[in-house]
């Protein structure tokens, strides 16, 4: 695994006022040691060095960041960002490799993996760090891209990772370097953004240190929680996307369950046979933070631990007023900050992911992993828990996020409004299941992305399946309806942005009864309802079977920003939309110029070069 953690060794002065080395204080974990390498100051002049500043983050005071600038839990990261002077440097590999033996023993057909692992290893940094990351493709057969999950990639929308909308994806044998500003803390994720490419392992943590609004001793660091297929995720793409011989007879599009879910990658097989159970080991009387990450193709699931709760800090990257629940629902590419208090009997207690009676996602196992006290013998917990309520996929809207944003009162309207369903059409005599949005499946061209188009001055003739829509006013709030002609919930993720979630329908028991029909959204009853004054705030939310979702993100950051389905399958069949956000700005706000060599060396491959030909939404 090549590593690395670097000082820019050139900056302007007038930043160096704000640089601090954290430094460990009391009995707290320091944030930032557990990067992958120490970080060292800047070398000057013994006149012009640096003093190290010490963090006010400490165990007793986990709401304070820095005091001298002064950063915390209610600043604004919208408005206002450390600047650390701080590069961590990164090179992941990607490798393909077939008849891999998985963290449960089990053989996958084909792996896909970074730096030859699953996970791949996870980015850390802190608050106002420069991340830099350079992919390098030595997969055989496909080109990549990497998505930083729930980073903003404020006015660096051409580092978002997205084959065909912010870039050509990364053709075998070649590298890309993506370089951005941790604007913001807390948890996110990494995967690659080429078709279904991610269900086969190209997917990792990312871990950004910053304040959190309840206190805790320690950080246990990334739990990432991942449905695993044996199977190569194209080959199943294939069979799902056909209308022919679904998974499940009867449902066109269904996948299959899972063999199993992983916790950052291992688990013991369903059968029994072969893995180990992961293990968190718990320090008695300290309370510990958790960042849970659901890295899924197509499962959620309810998370619980015998015996404890959860204080929930963090909706995906947003701090939020703690709340405390003895089980947490998270949808395919959410994130929660969790705190847990060991304040039980030394022992052995197990882990649980439940799955819902309703259609998203499952497995052919019952996960579990353990978490372990210090001091205890090693052994299997014996208390098997009690099984949590059914989420029925949907979640919590009752969050209050720490720094307040609201919508204007009385702005919601109907007018733009997604609708989505399961579709299946013939194109040259092959059927093919599709989730359209407004009726138009997505389907970009990877060799001639959105950001190319703007590049050229040419958007308007941009193909109708690219599904662009302009929203080109700067800091004007938003507002979107999104209806589901369906009984399969899906959780929706906005690329550089949070939701703001005013509302939604109320998650159905029984979403596949053939008696269900739409629940329209009624403006006299439910929009009086909605919660416009500081409502739930995140990148990723469930849109409600047979339902509605009513949203507001604020037009801020110039670029094309994608909106997709995170059911990797649904991805590929077309559910996804992007915005096209400031288009006379995005010139401007990034070097549009630094596509060019990518998509040349793409070009060259694709479609002469490439064994596999694009078949999808290619998102």
């Known amino acids: 695994m090549m590593v690395t953690t670097k000082v820019v060794s050139k900056m302007l002065l007038s930043y160096a006022a704000v640089l601090w080395c954290l430094v460990p204080v009391g009995g707290a974990v320091a944030l930032g040691s557990s990067l992958e390498q120490p970080v060292t100051p800047l070398l000057r002049p013994r006149s012009q060095r640096l003093q190290p500043r010490q963090t006010c983050n400490t165990a007793t005071n986990r709401q304070c960041w820095t005091t001298s600038p002064a950063f915390n839990i209610n600043t604004d990261w919208e408005a206002s960002t450390p600047v650390t002077g701080v590069t961590r440097t990164y090179t992941f590999t990607l490798t393909e490799v077939n008849n891999w033996v998985s963290g449960d023993g089990g053989i996958k057909v084909k792996a896909m993996l970074v ?3 699953f996970p791949g290893p996870t980015i850390t940094g802190n608050w106002g760090d420069r991340i830099n990351v350079t992919v390098v493709n030595n997969l055989v057969s496909n080109g990549t891209s990497i998505h930083f999950h729930g980073i903003h990639q404020k006015n660096t ?3 978002d990772g997205v084959s065909g909308v912010t870039e050509c994806p990364i053709a075998p044998g070649r ?5 951005f500003i941790a604007t913001q803390y807390g948890t996110a994720w990494y995967h690659s953004h080429f078709s279904a490419q991610y269900g086969n392992g190209v997917l990792g943590a990312i871990r950004i240190n910053g304040p959190a609004s309840s206190n805790y001793d320690d950080d246990l660091g990334p739990l990432v929680i991942s449905d695993w297929y044996y199977g190569s995720a194209f080959t199943l793409a294939h069979r799902v996307n056909s209308p022919t011989n679904p998974y499940i007879p009867g449902f066109p599009g269904s996948p299959p369950p899972s063999d199993n879910i992983l916790f950052n990658g291992l688990n013991r097989r369903a059968n029994g046979a072969s893995g180990s159970y992961r293990r968190f080991t718990l320090t008695a009387g300290r ?3 958790l960042r849970l990450i659901n890295g899924s193709v197509q499962a959620s699931f309810t998370v619980s631990l015998v015996g404890h709760s959860f204080t929930i800090v963090a909706t995906d990257m947003v701090p939020i007023t703690p709340v405390t629940v003895t089980s947490l629902y998270i949808g395919v590419g959410q994130r929660y900050d969790v705190i847990i208090n060991a304040n039980q009997p030394v022992g052995n207690y197990w882990f649980n992911t439940t799955f819902s009676s309703a259609p998203c996602g499952g497995a052919t196992n019952r996960p579990a992993m353990i978490f372990q006290y210090s001091g205890a013998p090693t052994a299997n917990p014996t208390n098997a828990g009690t099984v949590p309520p059914d989420s029925r996929c949907a979640d919590l809207l009752n969050y209050s996020p720490i ?6 009162s009385a702005s919601f309207t109907t007018g733009n409004t997604l609708n989505t369903r399961l579709q299946i059409s013939t194109t040259g ?3 093919r299941v599709y989730w359209p949005v407004n009726n138009t499946p997505m389907k970009v061209n990877w060799g001639n992305p959105t950001l190319e188009y703007v590049k050229n001055g040419n958007t308007g003739s941009m193909p109708a399946g690219t599904n662009v829509l ?6 004007q709030w938003t507002f979107w309806l999104i209806v589901n002609n369906s009984s399969i919930p899906h959780p929706v993720h906005l690329h550089g942005h949070d939701i703001l979630i005013l509302g939604a ?5 029984a979403p596949i009864n053939p008696s269900n029909r739409l629940r329209p959204y009624n403006p006299s009853v439910d929009g009086p309802a909605l919660k416009i004054a500081n409502p739930t705030r995140r990148d990723t939310t469930m849109l409600p079977a047979w339902g509605w979702l009513a949203l507001a993100y604020r037009t801020n950051n110039p670029g094309a920003w994608l909106m997709h389905c995170h059911i990797a399958w649904h991805a590929s069949q077309g559910f996804s939309v992007q915005f096209l956000e400031q288009l006379t700005s995005i010139p401007t706000a990034m070097n549009l110029n630094e596509l060019t060599g990518n998509c040349n060396n793409w070009d060259t491959f694709y479609p002469s070069g490439a064994p596999f030909l694009q078949d999808d939404s290619g998102i």
């Open 470 to 475: 302009s929203v080109p006013t700067a800091n």
């Open 175 to 179: 590298s890309k370097t993506y370089s």
């Open 429 to 431: 005599g092959i059927s």
């Open 505 to 509: 329908s109320p998650a159905l028991a």
């Open 403 to 408: 720094v307040s944003k609201s919508v204007p």
């Open 157 to 159: 929308n051409n580092n």
């Open 287 to 289: 309370k510990h933070l």
């Open 115 to 117: 730096n030859g692992q």
